[in-house]
Structure formats: C-alpha cells, structure tokens
C-alpha cells in the first residue's frame, strides 16, 4: 500500500479530484491499496472534516481497494470517535500511531489500542519511534495482537524486533515495513508487504520487488531493492512529504505543496530531486489508471 499525500490547490484547501486521480494511479501501479490521514498525508493539519471528506472521495474512486485511514493521535477519546466515523464511510481498516507527546506507560498503551479496537474496525498499529519518541516493544505489540480486531502493525523499529513480532504473532497478524529501505529486510525476516512513500513515484517497481521475494527471486528483489536506494533516500532529503509531494507534481500530477509548518523543496534540493529521478530512470513512473477506473 501506498501512504498517500494529500494533494492541496493553490488556495490550500484539499484538492478532491487530484486526490481521486493519484488513488487510482496508484493501484493502476500495483498497489493493493492506499493510506489517507497518514504522516504522508500531512494529517496534524487536517481538520476533521477534511480528513473525513478525504477518505470518502479516496473510498469512491477506489470501491474495489483496500483504503486505511489513519485515526491515531495522543488522545484516545478523539481516536475512537475518529476511527467510528471511518467505519461508518466504508474505510477498511485504521491505521493508529503510537500516541505521541504524552508518552503513556505500556498500560496506557494497552488501554489506548484496546479502547480504538473494540469500535470493531480492524487496527494496523504504527510504531514509529523516531517521531513518537517512544518505542513500542515487540512483547507489548504481541499482546495487543491477541485483540480479535488488531490485525497487524506498520513497523519502523529494527530488524530484530520485527523478527520477534513475526515469530510471536498470531498466523493472520500482518506486519508491514513503515521505511521504504527496510522493506527488502523485514520481508526476509517475515514481513508482509510495505506501506510505502516512494511508490507515488516508482509503485510498478515496488510491486516487482515485494513479487519477486515473495516468489523467491532474491536476486531479482536485491537487485531492484539496490537501484531504488538512491531514490528512497532522495524521497526524505528534507521532512516528509516535502520532496514526495514536490516529485509526484515532477511526474506531471499537481499535489500542491505542504501546510505550514512543512514548507516547499527549496531549488537546490529540487535540482538534485529531479536529478535522482532521471536517474532512475524506467523504474520512475506514474502510470495512468485505466479507462473504467478513470470514469468511476
């Protein structure tokens, strides 16, 4: 799955038919799906409502999809009304941030996930220390995978504890690389897929590697894993999704720049943005969704 940008006019204000027109792209690539809401999507400056009208012209323009809205924040209360309205407009699955700022102990932790997973929407936890500033141990993630609802966790942590996560989990519990450059090592530790950035831009490629592992071509895999690398790191020169957002307008689909206080790639980091692109060459692409999808 792709963790989507959220495309912006020249106004700011959320841009519903660009937004529509890179979901469909993106599973025109080979995505099975789409995040909305999530760090790439510039959710701490979306207004409710805005995230809710998101994920109902996302959920439109991809009826045959997976769409995961991401409903975490440090205030449960606030996450378990959100991730009620996702079920109720048809997301799913939420995608739920460890919660942040506040750092609660492993028994709030507990309480928080617990209290989003029984609104009955399944749960991916997103566990991504070097924003949250806490880590969610392999042990506490195993815990609250034996919730009926919690069905897998979006993993930024090391190698190790995705490795102890996969071997301690229930058999239908998923775990997804949250880091493009960790994708090829976690599915050999056991990982599922990806939620990637880098697929707005290079989604075919991205399909042919996680295809490739997982039909036992490791060779294949490495290789495209090793020519993508200068590409995933070019993708977080600067905070995300600054240079994301500045490559997918690159490929000929305006998304705007970012909200204050994210603010646009600057010329120089653009020319070696575009520069990195270019070198990739066959491997960058965003293709055109098909004809039926387009007119859905």
Same mark, same amino acid.
């Given at each position: &799955?792709?963790? &989507?940008?959220?495309?912006?006019?020249?106004?700011?204000?959320?841009?519903?038919?660009?937004?529509?027109?890179?979901? #469909?792209?993106?599973?025109?690539?080979?995505?099975?799906?789409?995040?909305? +809401?999530?760090?790439?999507?510039?959710?701490?400056?979306?207004?409710?409502?805005?995230?809710?009208?998101?994920?109902?012209?996302?959920?439109?323009?991809?009826?045959?999809?997976?769409?995961?809205?991401?409903?975490?924040?440090?205030?449960?209360?606030?996450?378990?009304?959100?991730? #009620?309205?996702?079920?109720?407009?048809?997301?799913?699955?939420?995608?739920?941030?460890?919660?942040?700022? +506040?750092?609660?102990?492993?028994?709030?932790?507990?309480?928080?996930?617990?209290?989003?997973?029984?609104?009955?929407?399944?749960?991916?936890?997103?566990?991504?220390?070097?924003?949250?500033?806490? +880590? &969610?141990?392999? *042990?506490?993630?195993?815990?609250?995978?034996?919730?009926?609802?919690?069905?897998?966790?979006?993993?930024? *942590?090391?190698?190790? =504890?995705?490795? =102890?996560?996969?071997?301690?989990?229930?058999?239908?519990?998923?775990?997804?690389?949250?880091?493009?450059?960790?994708?090829?090592? =976690?599915?050999?530790?056991?990982?599922?897929?990806?939620?990637?950035?880098?697929?707005?831009?290079?989604?075919?490629?991205?399909?042919?590697?996680?295809?490739?592992?997982?039909?036992?071509?490791?060779?294949?895999?490495?290789?495209?894993?090793?020519?993508?690398?200068?590409?995933?790191?070019?993708?977080?020169?600067?905070? +995300?999704?600054? *240079?994301?957002?500045?490559?997918?307008?690159?490929?000929?689909?305006?998304?705007?720049?970012?909200?204050?206080?994210?603010?646009?790639?600057?010329?120089?980091?653009?020319?070696?943005?575009?520069?990195?692109?270019?070198?990739?060459?066959?491997?960058?692409?965003?293709?055109?969704?098909?004809?039926?999808?387009?007119?859905?």
């Amino acid at each position: &799955m792709t963790a &989507m940008v959220t495309p912006f006019g020249s106004g700011g204000e959320v841009n519903h038919p660009a937004a529509a027109e890179l979901a #469909r792209r993106l599973v025109a690539g080979g995505c099975d799906g789409v995040v909305v +809401n999530g760090t790439t999507g510039e959710s701490p400056t979306l207004h409710a409502d805005e995230r809710l009208s998101l994920l109902d012209t996302v959920r439109a323009a991809l009826p045959d999809h997976a769409v995961v809205m991401g409903t975490g924040s440090y205030d449960t209360a606030a996450s378990v009304a959100l991730t #009620r309205e996702a079920q109720q407009r048809g997301a799913d699955a939420a995608l739920v941030v460890t919660p942040y700022y +506040n750092k609660p102990p492993e028994e709030g932790l507990i309480a928080h996930y617990e209290a989003i997973a029984d609104v009955g929407l399944p749960v991916v936890m997103y566990n991504i220390p070097s924003r949250c500033v806490i +880590n &969610m141990p392999a *042990a506490l993630q195993l815990r609250l995978a034996q919730h009926p609802n919690i069905v897998g966790t979006k993993e930024c *942590a090391d190698l190790e =504890q995705v490795a =102890q996560i996969v071997d301690g989990a229930p058999d239908d519990f998923r775990v997804w690389s949250g880091d493009d450059v960790a994708t090829l090592p =976690q599915l050999s530790v056991g990982a599922y897929g990806v939620i990637s950035v880098a697929a707005h831009v290079c989604a075919p490629a991205m399909r042919r590697l996680v295809d490739a592992y997982v039909g036992g071509d490791v060779a294949h895999a490495s290789a495209l894993h090793r020519r993508l690398l200068p590409l995933f790191k070019a993708l977080f020169m600067t905070a +995300n999704p600054i *240079a994301v957002k500045a490559a997918v307008t690159m490929l000929g689909l305006d998304v705007g720049v970012p909200r204050l206080p994210l603010v646009p790639l600057d010329a120089e980091r653009s020319a070696r943005l575009r520069a990195v692109l270019e070198a990739a060459g066959d491997l960058v692409e965003l293709p055109q969704p098909s004809a039926a999808a387009a007119s859905a």
